[in-house]
């Protein structure tokens, strides 16, 4: 499973946005879910209704399967029940790994789009560490771990967060 952590707090999130702006909080709902909730319905709704209560304008809660998936980010900005908002927003919060960063990018490529997230590698779930990252990517100064490497460690060394928004 990919694994990726967040780049920043809540806090310097809201400086990266003005009150004005039409903001879309848009989640992957395949493996970023499956950490400690950093993609998936939960954590999207958490952090639409975070923004919510701090005054800013959220227009759209966009939940899609695989953010990867090129075509499929595409489709979604065309989508009748989705244009409308699509449209009129400003800024588009990806809960995705960096490929599905990227393609929310490439398709919205007339509006801000923040990089909240950082891949780190490979790993799977372990019943008595939690989600770890196994197979580091390179760059990431992680050692490669059958045991694996528990997310708030991997964060702690990589200057990340562990957890979601
Ligand atoms: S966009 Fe990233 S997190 Fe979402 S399904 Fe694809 S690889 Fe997994």
């Known amino acids: 499973m990919i ?7 809540y806090d310097d999130l809201k400086k990266n946005l003005k009150k004005e702006d039409k903001v879309v909080v848009w ?5 970023i879910k499956f950490r400690d909730g950093l993609g998936g319905r939960e954590s999207m709704n958490k952090l639409a209704d975070k923004l919510e209560q701090d005054g800013y304008d959220i227009v759209r809660r966009e939940l899609i399967g695989a953010s990867c998936l090129l075509d499929l980010v595409r489709k979604r900005r065309t989508d ?9 927003s400003t800024v588009i919060l990806p ?3 960096e ?3 990227d393609n929310v990018k490439h398709v919205f490529s007339d509006k801000k789009v923040l990089n909240l997230t950082k891949t780190i590698g490979l790993g799977v779930f ?4 939690g989600m770890c990252v196994n197979y580091p990517f390179e760059g990431t100064g992680l050692e490669p771990s059958v045991d694996g490497i528990t997310l708030t ?3 702690k060394k990589m200057g990340l967060h562990s957890g979601p928004y």
């Open 95 to 97: 809960l995705t790994c």
């Open 3 to 9: 694994i990726s952590l967040r780049r920043m707090t």
């Open 126 to 129: 372990s019943t008595k560490k």
């Open 80 to 88: 009748e029940a989705a244009a409308k908002a699509f449209e009129e």
């Open 27 to 31: 989640a992957c709902n395949n493996c």
């Open 153 to 155: 460690e991997a964060a």
């Open 99 to 101: 490929d599905g960063y």
